[in-house]
């Protein structure tokens, strides 16, 4: 019975560090766009062949 003093306030602690946690990523915008870096590792990086140098001289 005593232990039930101990683990009621800590387990409200951890809920609501666990919302403030997830309401704090939601306003720094980390859900904002869920699809895009996903797809962004399976693009090619088309930058990397504009700045390989050119032989143009030959």
């Known amino acids: 019975?005593?232990?039930?003093?101990?683990?009621?306030?800590?387990?409200?602690?951890i809920v609501?560090?666990?919302v403030w946690v997830f309401f704090g990523?939601?306003?720094s915008g980390q859900f904002d766009d869920l699809d895009g870096p996903g797809m962004r590792i399976l693009l090619d990086d088309e930058e990397t062949a504009?700045?390989?140098?050119r032989n143009d001289l030959a």
Do not use: C, H, I, R
């Open 1 to 13: 019975m005593e232990s039930l003093y101990l683990l009621v306030p800590l387990s409200v602690f």
């Open 16 to 18: 609501v560090l666990a």
């Open 25 to 27: 990523a939601a306003d």
């Open 50 to 53: 504009e700045k390989a140098p």
